[in-house]
């Protein structure tokens, strides 16, 4: 689980990246792709070809850190590119399910209350 402070944004990276990239190509996907600020303290969450593995890079004041995370199962659900620039944003417990390997675009409450009170 990841906690995103509030007013951090998480930029959702459109398509799949090469994994084999580290911080140095990742920073330069977002500054140079993305037209985004890798040094703004906003979260840039990446996923591979197979669906498998998520990177997240993030600005912490003082350096660039990168969340990484292989799913055993299943995979990390990402949008279509269509009607995109690049990037879409989520909310913070959109991308808390995300790294769980749930469905974040649509997900199912399995409890609702008959009554108030």
């Given at each position: 689980?990841m906690?995103?402070?509030a007013?951090?944004?998480v930029?959702?990276?459109?398509?799949y990246?090469?994994?084999?990239?580290g911080i140095?190509?990742l920073?330069?996907?977002?500054?140079?792709v993305?037209?985004?600020?890798?040094?703004s303290g906003h979260?840039?969450?990446?996923r591979g070809k197979?669906?498998?593995m998520?990177k997240i890079?993030?600005?912490?004041?003082?350096?660039?850190?990168?969340?990484?995370?292989?799913?055993d199962q299943?995979?990390?659900?990402?949008?279509?590119?269509?009607?995109?620039?690049?990037?879409?944003?989520?909310t913070?417990?959109?991308?808390a399910?995300?790294?769980e390997?749930?469905?974040w675009?649509?997900?199912?409450?399995?409890w609702?209350?008959?009554?108030a009170?």
């Amino acid at each position: 689980m990841m906690i995103v402070p509030a007013g951090v944004k998480v930029h959702l990276a459109l398509g799949y990246t090469d994994m084999r990239k580290g911080i140095d190509g990742l920073s330069m996907l977002v500054q140079d792709v993305l037209k985004k600020d890798p040094f703004s303290g906003h979260l840039f969450a990446f996923r591979g070809k197979r669906a498998s593995m998520l990177k997240i890079l993030f600005w912490d004041g003082n350096g660039l850190c990168l969340f990484t995370k292989r799913i055993d199962q299943g995979g990390f659900v990402w949008p279509i590119m269509a009607g995109h620039d690049g990037s879409i944003t989520l909310t913070p417990a959109q991308l808390a399910m995300l790294i769980e390997g749930i469905d974040w675009r649509a997900p199912e409450r399995i409890w609702k209350p008959a009554l108030a009170g």
